[in-house]
């Protein structure tokens, strides 16, 4: 039994009803303790009582969909790592840049409201619509717009975090990784909570939900939702920036007309008027300026509508999705340090993105059988709108008057997606395994794009390009007993081509090609002392070609993108999970990443490492929950050094991170003090020049707060 599996809330489950046995056992073999060696027989009769319950000390098994199917995770040949619901809690994981502290080679460089870069492995997800890490909430891709994610997270069951080429399964924009955030589903089980949070910089946040049946075994509903707001931690005179206000909620349906039958839909929308990103110069104070002139005001909205149909016959499991997706986001931003003159200079920046998407799978029944598949195929249709405004003001920017246009770039980008997919495995003797896969997609791509300054047209044009692309991925593994798995893999990822919304006087110069990667992988998954020990390790070697990079004007801000490099990418990744005793868990795990730019239009940047990538990542994590409700836990997490261009002139240098978080938990009702950044290490997710000043966007600093749940 796994501590995060037996502190569940729900009463009638036998799990929690386990660990309140550990608990009274424990008490008991105290209260026998007599005379003046009362507190060193405590301790011994505790020791005891931990050994006796030592069946009952067991690492959680996870059962995750990695694959499309559920497996249990140690089963998976592959690199995944998996956070469950009481992980999520106890960490305070409550939106998707909290989650890469916990996962090696996995880095996330926050720049305001939904956007930023992530990157898995060393390749990095650029701000298009062609990514190296896909996001999925519930199956469905969780990408509003080229700028922007689904970031909020609430009532969540699991989190995977797949490492490596996963294109076989999903696709395209997966070449680096996926994430899957799996959400808690309404049942039979009547649920509800309420949680309330107070914070420095004034925060306030507040999230509930309930679910439960409307006919018992047929029909059940569940509505979560939350608010956040909070106060900037950035000291600008006359102004409010580095806001973070949120709303957001989600409604699902669940239906099961049939035993054999189960319908979901799930409606989830999320609203934000939070900055994109507060500029400071590197070289000051970073969190006291003065009119630097260089916030990122913008408003984002998202939504994602899907329908999962799953039926089960005899002979497959068929599992059917249809989900629109939109986004909407508006910003603009400063461009020099100094607020009101003449010719100040700022960028509008305006942007809307629908999906519409269809898959079908079909997947073996018998998960005993030697032999396992699953095919299906996909369809999505996108349509993106851009308008980029680069306007100057003798004003102040927030003036409603007096601004006219300068340089003004509309686009549209239609996104046409069609592929099939397939994989299958057999298991020889029970122990040797042998997965092969492969997915072909079809990726159009169309663009109608206008370039206007001052009134004249300097580009008007129609363009559209096809793709074909094949990923191909094989997996041997041998199981040498029941605690031990080894593999070996080679699998191809593929990040889509595409145009640039921002630049590109012609198609040629708008348009970049797809990037294509090989990665070969080697591990061993094992568990010890009856479970109490989990210990996984894996090494990579990862060749990339035709990388994009993302290139900004220093004059306009304007982007544009191309393939310019190749690159190879290693690193070897560690993870376990140590429960010695009752109540203590132990977590720890490494990431090593090595790489090199290769064949650089620039030569100057051959040699030089692939940006938005830390060289190393750790974490360690150590939290006791007593037998009276009592817990405490402590965090630390180590980043190595990253640079943020393929120059490598711009860089964060290492640093550590520390939380911690003591609290009390009944059946009922939660409570706990955290702080986060502890040490306030200030450390920038993002830095450039613009204007001839350095500049970066600042991480979060110290932050503390008490929050309490109810249960009911």
Request: aromatic share 12%; net charge negative; with cysteine.
């Amino acid at each position: 039994m796994d501590l995060d599996t037996a502190r569940k809330w729900d009463k009638s489950s036998s799990i929690y009803n386990t660990r309140k046995k550990e608990k009274e056992l424990v008490k008991m073999q105290i209260i026998k303790s007599r005379g003046r060696l009362f507190i060193v027989l405590a301790l011994v009769w505790l020791i005891s009582a931990q050994v006796q319950a030592q069946d009952a000390v067991q690492v959680d098994t996870i059962t995750i969909t990695a694959n499309k199917m559920e497996e249990n995770i140690q089963d998976v040949a592959g690199s995944v790592s998996a956070l469950s619901e009481m992980q999520i809690e106890d960490a305070g994981i409550n939106s998707f840049n909290d989650i890469h502290i916990h996962i090696p080679n996995f880095s996330s460089y926050a720049s305001g409201n939904m956007g930023g870069y992530d990157s898995i492995r060393g390749q990095t997800n650029l701000i298009t619509s062609s990514r190296a890490v896909g996001i999925y909430v519930d199956d469905v891709p969780a990408i509003l717009s080229s700028w922007t994610k689904l970031t909020n997270l609430y009532e969540t069951e699991r989190i995977e975090v797949l490492r490596g080429p996963q294109g076989n399964l999903y696709g395209l924009n997966s070449a680096g990784g996926v994430v899957n955030i799996i959400t808690k589903k309404p049942g039979n089980t009547f649920r509800a909570n309420a949680t309330a949070e107070y914070g420095n910089y004034d925060l306030r946040s507040y999230k509930a939900s309930v679910s439960g049946p409307v006919v018992k075994d047929k029909l059940f509903m569940g509505f979560a939702g939350k608010y956040k707001t909070r106060d900037s931690y950035i000291e600008e005179e006359g102004a409010d920036t580095h806001k973070d206000n949120w709303i957001s909620g989600r409604f699902q349906m669940r239906w099961v007309p049939l035993d054999e039958t189960n319908i979901l839909f799930t409606s989830i929308d999320e609203d934000s008027d939070s900055d994109h990103g507060v500029w400071v110069p590197k070289d000051s104070d970073p969190f006291k300026i003065k009119n630097m002139g260089l916030d990122e005001k913008g408003d984002t909205y998202g939504n994602i509508r899907s329908l999962r149909i799953k039926h089960h016959t005899p002979w497959f499991d068929l599992t059917l999705i249809t989900a629109k997706v939109s986004g909407e986001s508006q910003s603009i931003g400063g461009k020099d340090f100094v607020s009101g003159g003449a010719n100040l200079k700022y960028a509008v920046n305006d942007q809307d993105s629908n999906k519409w998407m269809q898959e079908l799978r079909l997947a073996s029944t018998d998960k005993e059988n030697a032999f396992q598949w699953i095919f299906g195929g996909f369809y999505l249709k996108g349509e993106e709108d851009t308008d980029y405004n680069f306007r100057k003001d003798t004003g102040t920017m927030d003036a409603p008057t007096g601004i006219y246009a300068d340089d003004i770039t509309e686009s549209e980008i239609e996104t046409d997606i069609f592929s099939l997919f397939g994989q299958a495995g057999y298991t020889f003797q029970e122990r040797l395994t042998i997965t092969a896969g492969l997915r072909y997609d079809r990726d159009k791509k169309e663009t109608d794009f206008l370039h206007n300054v001052n009134g004249t047209v300097i580009a008007d044009y129609e363009a559209s390009t096809t793709w074909d692309a094949v990923s191909p991925k094989l997996v041997v593994d041998f199981r040498a007993n029941d605690s031990i798995m080894t593999y070996v893999s080679v699998a191809k990822g593929y990040k889509s081509g595409g145009y640039s919304s921002h630049m590109g006087d012609t198609p040629e110069d708008a348009m970049f090609d797809p990037e294509y990667a090989w990665s070969y992988e080697t591990g061993v998954k094992t568990n010890w002392l009856n479970n109490r020990i989990i210990a996984n390790m894996c090494g990579f070697y990862t060749t990339v070609d035709d990388i994009q990079i993302m290139y900004t004007d220093p004059d306009t801000w304007q982007m544009s993108y191309k393939n310019a490099a190749e690159a190879t990418l290693w690193g070897i990744e560690l993870e376990t999970i140590f429960r010695p005793f009752a109540g203590l868990q132990v977590m720890a795990s490494f990431g090593l990443l090595e790489t090199e730019l290769e064949k650089h239009e620039i030569r100057e940047y051959e040699g030089n490492r692939v940006p938005f990538a830390s060289d190393y990542n750790a974490g360690l994590v150590i939290q006791y929950n007593s037998p009276w409700g009592i817990y405490i836990r402590g965090e630390g997490s180590w980043f190595g050094k990253s640079y943020f261009g393929e120059d490598n002139k711009y860089s964060q240098e290492a640093y550590m991170i520390a939380n911690s978080k003591i609290g009390y938990e009944t059946e009922n009702f939660n409570i706990n003090f955290y702080i986060k950044n502890a040490f306030d290490k200030t450390y920038y997710n993002f830095v450039n020049c613009r204007g001839g000043v350095e500049k970066g966007i600042l991480g979060t600093p110290l932050t503390c707060g008490v929050q309490a749940t109810l249960r009911f």
